[in-house]
Antibody, heavy 128, light 107 residues
Framework: QLQLQESGPGLVRPSETLSLTCTVSDGSISSRSYYWGWIRQPPGKGLEWIGSIYYSGSTYYNESLKSRVTMSVDTPKNQFSLRLNSVTAADTAVYYC????????????????????WGHGTLVTVSS | DIQMTQSPSSLSASVGDRVTITCRASQGIANYLAWYQQKPGQVPRLLIYAASTLQSGVPSRFSGSGSGTDFTLTISSLQPEDVGNYYCQKYNSAPYTFGQGTKLEIK
């Protein structure tokens, strides 16, 4: 069964860059059927979609974060990554990675859909 | 952007009750809607996709309905283990927005 595991620093200083990696196991990140996404959840709050990436490198980003977000895929390592620069305390959250499927399809090309399964999540705190 | 609004924000119900949570989209999204459950301290879990398709392994007391702008998640007979937060998510197009959540408690 496909599993995802987030990894990266748990503490990031304000104005610096948050970097996380999601390792996919028991499945291939190069599958043409899926996107791979990042979602975050500030303590005690709801879920916020950050972005989604296809194995080819095609991306969709949340417009509210787009100027600070970069996602990438490393197919040989079966990993995908998130970089969020110029972080502030408002970026403190549990960050989840997840597989995405089932989105709208047109002309043989599909977009991200629902998220399943999810990684366990990793808490990133922005503080000096 | 299309906004997703859930109601109520919180509710308290008794074991065995029928519970309904609503999600409304500010524009039509056909049936591109998913529902998630997040139990306290746990990872969100997919319950329903395509508005009404039950994810494998999810108890049959959960059901979803709706299309266009109005959607519902129904628990036919509330169980103690159903306590938690419930979120809807649109995926017809970016941004893949979640609703603000509904907190479900047991009376």
């Amino acid at each position: 069964q496909l599993q995802l595991q987030e990894s990266g620093p748990g503490l990031v200083r304000p104005s610096e860059t948050l970097s996380l990696t999601c390792t996919v196991s028991d499945g291939s990140i190069s599958s043409r059927s899926y996107y791979w996404g990042w979602i975050r959840q500030p303590p005690g709050k709801g879920l916020e979609w950050i972005g989604s990436i296809y194995y080819s490198g095609s991306t969709y980003y949340n417009e509210s974060l787009k100027s600070r977000v970069t996602m990438s895929v490393d197919t040989p390592k079966n990993q995908f990554s998130l970089r969020l620069n110029s972080v502030t305390a408002a970026d403190t959250a549990v960050y989840y990675c997840a597989r995405s499927l089932g989105g709208y399809c047109r002309g043989g090309r599909c977009s991200p859909g629902w998220f399943d399964p999810w990684g366990h999540g990793t808490l990133v705190t922005v503080s000096s | 952007d299309i906004q997703m609004t859930q109601s109520p924000s919180s509710l308290s119900a008794s074991v065995g009750d029928r519970v309904t949570i609503t999600c409304r989209a500010s524009q039509g999204i056909a049936n591109y809607l998913a529902w998630y459950q997040q139990k306290p301290g746990q990872v969100p879990r997919l319950l329903i996709y395509a508005a009404s398709t039950l994810q494998s392994g999810v108890p049959s007391r959960f059901s979803g309905s709706g299309s266009g702008t109005d959607f519902t998640l129904t628990i036919s007979s509330l169980q103690p283990e159903d306590v938690g937060n419930y979120y809807c998510q649109k995926y017809n197009s970016a941004p893949y927005t979640f609703g603000q959540g509904t907190k479900l408690e047991i009376k």
